[in-house]
């Protein structure tokens, strides 16, 4: 069927609108899928951009870690790792990748490792292992590996992500502390001093020289009832409370103290205490230091009593001089009379007395040098052996029949360089005071022996020096003595024995005899326990000497020669010049050094001798004599002196080569002298 022309139009134009409608369609779904397009790209380089910043972060954050961060495969081969690794491991940047664990470690680590490695494989399991690595320079580092296996999409283990942690300064650090640690605890452990802490009045730790000192275990102080002030002696009580005093007002007592602490069974240590207050437990506690120092108290106590000693020597050293020539006027005077009266003379009976009481002032004055270690001796080397053997039969007279006498000598004793007089005065007066002590009856012991003293004794002991010695030790069995008598004994006039029954010079003179010997003396006593003396002499290495002194009989006391007598005491130099000149001597008298050289010099006769006082005002009695030698050179000197044996030696005086007499003296002992003196010289004729 035709269409007519206007059909056909409306058919095209239909059809033409269509291809329009279709041509629109068209070109807004290729808009809209170009705009899918866009907004696709957009979001995908997001994406793209967010990972990128992810893997930065990451790998920065990979690249700061202080640990190391590794990718090892199956061989342990390094396929990944960061700086930290790198510098764990001590190679170069870049040197790691490639190489594997086996190249830093030893055969039997590495062992070690793969049969963990192994394990991890199968059970394809994380594991965290710690193990040592040697570095291309040898340094050893010990290092701790977290290792997590990392599988395909198949479940297979592909490789090993691990994180290493260094170690070394760890390991090291806890090692330096283990090492302090142990330190500390064998200090605290090994101390000498007592060491404890304290905290609310508790003990929580005491060390071991604690628990000897004062007999406390650590179970015992710590259990609830037990109070540090049981631990402190009574005298030291109010100390130790007025510093909790002193805490509770905010005030901080002194660190360092000293207190009398108190032992379980009841023994007072003095002790000294170092404190500090430390946070223990979010406590404040005490840590606290106890040396004691029982030792450096008796230091202490022997030290004020040498010093004691010596004041009382000085004292009686200065009173010496004053005594001796009072006695010695007293007793010249008293024995010129008597040699004009007839023994049957009442009047001769009456100055024997007098004469008896001179000597006894005589001996006291004498005993008081002694003590001072200022009296003059006349050492010997002797044998301790042969005088106590020779004094044997004497002493068993002097203890009575009441007394054993036990005596121990030692085979090839030492010689010993002392007095042999003064040596027997201390055994008689020794012997004396343990017959004193044992009134009915006992023991007494006389033993000798050689010992070497070390530095170790010495310490200990204030008056000891190392060396040998030769000790001379007497015991008895008597009732002892206390710790304050043994503290005096040694003073002169200090005596326990009953008014008349002694003088209280008996061991203070033994005491200045084996002082003055160089020698020391050690006393041990309890009440009730008997008493030992120890007398330590030094060994000397001269030859034993044989001494025989033979007096001049009294007939042959008289002579005719000139002697000037010098003595600024007109006392003295009365009895001189008056004993002289009854005895036949020409004599000149001087008061002092300068009249008796303008008499010397003015002489118109020889002078045999001159007799002077060495300590005189102005000029002494050595400057005197020097002062003369141009004079007559060779002139003979007897010096005497009332002064002590040290202050005479100060000035130069005695040695072995010069006459010297001590003040007091009696006529005839003074008479022998100076014959002696002018028989051992030649005359010098005056000019």
Known sequence: MEKNPKETEELILQIDTARIFLAEEEEEEEEASLVVSLKDITERKRAVEALRESEEKHRYLVEQMMDGITVVDLEERFLFVNPAAEHIFGDPKGGLVGRTLKDFMSTEEFDRIQ????????????????????????????????????????????????????????????????ESEAQYRILIEQSNDAIYLLCEGKFEIINPRFSQMLGVTPEEVRE????????????????????????????????QYEFTALSKDGREIPVEASVTRILYKEKFATQGILHDITERKKLEAQFRQAQKMEAVGRLAGGVAHDFNNLLTVIGGNTSLAMMTLMPDDPLYHDLTQVQKAAERASNLTRQLLVFSRKQQMQPKVISVNSLIQNMEKMLGRLIGEDINIDIQLAEDLWKVKIDPGQFEQIIMNLCINARDAMRDGGLLSLETKNIILTDDYTAVHVDAYPGSFVVFKISDTGCGMTKDVISNIFDPFFTTKAEGEGTGLGLSTVFGIVKQSEGFINVYSEPGEGTTFKIYLPRTEEDVEQHIQELLPEGKLHGKETILVVEDEEGVRNIAVRTLKRFGYKVIEAENGGEGYLKCRNANYPIDLIITDIIMPEMNGKEFVESIKEICPDVKVLYMSGYTYNIIAKKGIIDTNVSFISKPFESLPFLRKVRETLDKKQRCPAD
Request: glycine content about 4%.
């Open 224 to 255: 609830a009832d037990f109070n540090f002030m049981d631990l402190v002696a009574p005298q030291s009580r109010p100390l130790i409370e007025e510093r909790e005093r002193m805490r509770e007002r905010g005030e901080e007592p002194p660190r």
């Open 115 to 178: 049969r963990q490695t192994e394990e991890r494989r199968i059970h394809k399991s994380s594991n965290t292992y710690q193990t040592e690595i040697i570095r291309p320079d040898g340094e050893k580092r010990q290092i701790l590996v977290s290792a997590t296996p990392q599988l395909d999409e198949e479940g297979n283990l592909k490789d090993v992500f691990t994180m290493i942690k260094d170690l070394t300064e760890h390991k090291q650090a806890e090692e330096a502390l283990r």
